[in-house]
T-cell receptor
Framework: DSGVTQTPKHLITATGQRVTLRCSPRSGDLSVYWYQQSLDQGLQFLIQYYNGEERAKGNILERFSAQQFPDLHSELNLSSLELGDSALYFC????????????FGPGTRLTVT | EDQVTQSPEALRLQEGESSSLNCSYTVSGLRGLFWYRQDPGKGPEFLFTLYSAGEEKEKERLKATLTKKESFLHITAPKPEDSATYLCAVPSLDDKIIFGKGTRLHILP
């Protein structure tokens, strides 16, 4: 158990809908990272927040947005969902803003039908 | 373009048969390279961070090494429980984390 929690574990929704994925980092960690993992693309970095501020941005679609709240939990919002958004979404956390040692949560499996 | 390439894509070994996994990278100003292990349907589990060429780190049957162009994950006398996908990653200069596609390792008893 990494100490990072993600909810929900599974999510099934229809195209065009909007969903919110939630992540709580390990106690004491200030950074939260979001990743998307699909079979053909591997693990893709989406975005990083450090102590409430956006710190780094990867290949995150405009339909996706994220935020980190004062209690350091984070939410990833996915809107206008498409079939291709079906994937595993992982959250990770680390102590600092540039720490390479990240601890991953169990993931949320999103299925768009 | 910053890139991480892992080889082989898949590897099947007999229990006790040692081997190495490769991670080659092209990134400006390497600030570290890290290795993760991922079991099916689970989140990656942190293994090692390497910061400079020549550095080595060990954990049980695993040893990671780093050169200026690549990293190797050596697996000595593996056991079936070492079966997993091994991922390496590097941060780009603008802090995007770039993962390789991984090596799927299967150890046969």
């Amino acid at each position: 158990d990494s100490g990072v929690t993600q909810t929900p574990k599974h999510l099934i929704t229809a195209t065009g809908q909007r969903v919110t994925l939630r992540c709580s980092p390990r106690s004491g960690d200030l950074s939260v990272y979001w990743y998307q993992q699909s079979l053909d693309q591997g693990l893709q970095f989406l975005i990083q927040y450090y102590n409430g501020e956006e710190r780094a941005k990867g290949n995150i679609l405009e339909r996706f947005s994220a935020q980190q709240f004062p209690d350091l939990h984070s939410e990833l919002n996915l809107s206008s969902l498409e079939l291709g958004d079906s994937a595993l979404y992982f959250c990770a956390s680390s102590v600092g803003g540039t720490t390479l040692e990240q601890y991953f949560g169990p993931g949320t499996r999103l299925t768009v039908t | 373009e910053d890139q991480v390439t892992q080889s082989p894509e898949a590897l099947r070994l007999q229990e006790g048969e040692s081997s190495s996994l490769n991670c080659s990278y092209t990134v400006s100003g390497l600030r570290g390279l890290f290795w993760y292990r991922q079991d099916p349907g689970k989140g990656p589990e942190f293994l090692f961070t390497l910061y400079s060429a020549g550095e080595e780190k060990e954990k049980e049957r695993l040893k990671a090494t780093l050169t200026k162009k690549e990293s190797f994950l050596h697996i000595t006398a593996p056991k079936p429980e070492d079966s997993a996908t091994y991922l390496c990653a590097v941060p780009s200069l603008d802090d995007k984390i770039i993962f390789g596609k991984g090596t799927r390792l299967h150890i046969l008893p």
